[in-house]
T-cell receptor, first 113, second 112 residues
Framework: DSGVTQTPKHLITATGQRVTLRCSPR?????VYWYQQSLDQGLQFLIQ???????AKGNILERFSAQQFPDLHSELNLSSLELGDSALYFC????????????FGEGSRLTVL | SQQGEEDPQALSIQEGENATMNCSYK?????LQWYRQNSGRGLVHLIL?????REKHSGRLRVTLDTSKKSSSLLITASRAADTASYFC????????????FGDGTTLTVKP
């Protein structure tokens, strides 16, 4: 158990809908990262937050947004969903913003029909 | 394209044999990590090697780093069926924003 909690574990929705994925980092970790894993794209970095502030942005679509709250949990919002958004979405956390040692949650599997 | 590329894409060995996976990357790095992922599960951090280190050990794992060749290798000795998983290398370029960029992974199958 990494100590990182992601909900929901599975989510099935329709195209055009909006979903919110939630992540609670390990106790004491200030940095949260979101990754998308799909068969054709591999593990893609989406966005990183450190202590409530956005620190780095990757291949995150404009339809997607995220934030980190004062209690350090984070949410990833996916809107106007398309079939191609079906993937495993992972949250990871680390103590600082630059250790490189990430602790991953078990992921949220999103299926868009 | 991905910063790190693992080789081979798939590896199948017998229990007790050693498994070697390689990772090549494109730009200078601050550190490189190896992760393991069981099917459909989250990634688990195995080992981190910094750019000024050449070799690191952790249990049955041995990682080497050659910054001149921009490559790293992960050796798993005396493999077990439970080692069956996908293994990913990840690189951190800039410690001001420590995002890790992952390769496509090597799928290791250890046959009992």
């Amino acid at each position: 158990d990494s100590g990182v909690t992601q909900t929901p574990k599975h989510l099935i929705t329709a195209t055009g809908q909006r979903v919110t994925l939630r992540c609670s980092p390990r106790s004491g970790d200030l940095s949260v990262y979101w990754y998308q894993q799909s068969l054709d794209q591999g593990l893609q970095f989406l966005i990183q937050y450190y202590n409530g502030e956005e620190r780095a942005k990757g291949n995150i679509l404009e339809r997607f947004s995220a934030q980190q709250f004062p209690d350090l949990h984070s949410e990833l919002n996916l809107s106007s969903l398309e079939l191609g958004d079906s993937a495993l979405y992972f949250c990871a956390s680390s103590i600082t913003s630059n250790t490189g040692e990430l602790f991953f949650g078990e992921g949220s599997r999103l299926t868009v029909l | 394209s991905q910063q790190g590329e693992e080789d081979p894409q798939a590896l199948s060995i017998q229990e007790g044999e050693n498994a070697t996976m390689n990772c090549s990357y494109k730009t200078s790095i601050n550190n490189l990590q190896w992760y393991r992922q069981n099917s459909g599960r989250g990634l688990v951090h195995l080992i981190l090697i910094r750019s000024n280190e050449r070799e690191k050990h952790s249990g049955r794992l041995r990682v080497t780093l050659d910054t001149s060749k921009k490559s790293s290798s992960l050796l798993i000795t005396a493999s077990r069926a439970a080692d069956t998983a996908s293994y990913f290398c990840a690189t951190v370029i800039n410690t001001n924003a420590g995002k890790s960029t992952f390769g496509d992974g090597t799928t290791l199958t250890v046959k009992p």
